[in-house]
């Protein structure tokens, strides 16, 4: 059998995961940011503010900021 275009290892219409339907991992990862999202976020203004070193306080400060 010949396969032309894109027939060749395309899915078939109707399979897979519906759109917008997560996958249980993607809902297992986003239960624990839920759970432990806010305590990081506190430790993460801690670190920024009273921080050991001008490394740790720049690398805090850009968490905080990549996620507001």
């Known amino acids: 059998m010949i396969y032309r275009g ?12 519906k759109q917008g339907t ?3 991992i993607t809902a ?3 239960e624990i ?3 432990y999202g806010p ?3 506190k430790e993460l203004a801690r ?6 070193s001008e490394t740790a306080r720049v690398a805090a400060c850009r968490e905080i900021l ?3």
């Open 33 to 35: 940011a839920h759970q």
């Open 22 to 24: 997560p996958n249980k």
């Open 47 to 52: 670190i920024a503010t009273q921080g050991e």
């Open 66 to 68: 990549d996620r507001a």
């Open 6 to 17: 894109s027939a060749w290892g395309s899915k078939r219409p109707g399979s897979g995961r």
């Open 28 to 30: 297992e990862i986003k």
């Open 39 to 41: 305590r990081a976020l």
